[in-house]
């Protein structure tokens, strides 16, 4: 688990003026914690050993191991394909195969991502997802993006009122010139975070639009501005991310919208059915 997604998970624990630490973490991060305790206490408005409670209840030994680990992180983020690809021909290719290697990787990342979720995330989540009063837009990056289509094609049908973000900036501006606070956005951000996906977080928060955020274990910027963060392993059996772990933390939470929703799905899958019929799959 990364430092951040650590703080999230710890956050009902801890103390009002240690909460106060976390969300100044949480909003420039990590460059918040990258500095001297005095710098990061006087940003939360707290005493340094304030600071330093806080660090210790996430089980560091000191502020000196707390930076390790966000320097460590910062070079896990920062990790491209190009990287872990010539880290494998430094290493060899293992002898075992794809096959194998997914086999063993895969599975791990899946169960991982599901037992690390905080459940007060995911219902909180389910919840706004499930509010029909909320218009919900979902939007990613060049590989993300197709989570967030995903996403939408089953929301489509078992709420209605979702859409998917465009990428044409007339049909874009359209979508987004009148967010404000009946909107949703559920966004998808993963390592090599996109600065757009950042830009748009900023833009509707500041029009009182709620985020969900769709993320791996070191967080997106854009947790900072979430309502909620839904982290996922990355683990893959080659050079490029695994999108497998997300995508079953997608269906996760399809399910359990539809849990939420009850008879309304259900009448909202027959109109469909009916529309379709009726439209002859146009």
Do not use: N
């Not at 459940?119 to 993006?145: N, P």
């Not at 830009?199 to 928060?205: N, Q, W």
Request: aromatic share 6%; hydrophobic share 45%; proline share 6%.
């Amino acid at each position: 688990m990364g430092v951040a997604a650590l703080i999230r998970q710890r956050l009902g624990e801890c103390s009002p003026a240690e909460r106060r630490v976390a969300r100044a973490l949480l909003a420039s991060y990590p460059a918040a914690g990258l500095g001297t305790v005095a710098a990061l206490a006087e940003r939360a408005e707290v005493s340094a050993p304030t600071v330093l409670r806080f660090l210790s209840r996430l089980g560091f030994g000191g502020y000196p191991e707390f930076q390790r680990a966000l320097r460590d992180e910062l070079a896990e983020r920062e990790a491209s394909p190009l990287t872990a690809y010539r880290a494998a021909e430094r290493t060899g290719v293992p002898p075992e195969g794809a096959l194998p290697r997914a086999a063993a990787t895969l599975p791990e990342a899946v169960a991982g991502t599901l037992a690390e979720l905080p459940q007060g995330e995911l219902d909180a989540a389910v919840r706004l997802l499930a509010d029909q009063q909320l218009r919900v837009t979902a939007a990613g990056g060049r590989f993300s993006g197709l989570l967030a289509h995903y996403l939408v094609l089953h929301l489509m049908q078992v709420r209605g009122g979702s859409r998917l973000l465009p990428r044409t900036p007339v049909e874009r501006t359209d979508m987004l010139v009148d967010v404000g606070r009946r909107d949703l956005f559920a966004l998808f951000d993963f390592r090599r975070y996109e600065e757009p996906t950042l830009e748009l977080a900023r833009e509707v928060t500041g029009r009182g639009a709620k985020v969900v955020l769709f993320t791996d274990r070191w967080l997106s910027p854009v947790a900072g501005l979430a309502e909620v963060v839904l982290p996922s392993r990355v683990e893959s059996p080659s050079a490029y991310d695994s999108f497998v772990p997300s995508l079953a933390l997608v269906e996760t939470v399809v399910a359990a919208v539809i849990d939420r929703l009850g008879p309304v799905a259900g009448t909202r899958l027959k109109a469909m059915e009916a529309a379709q019929q009726a439209f002859g799959g146009a």
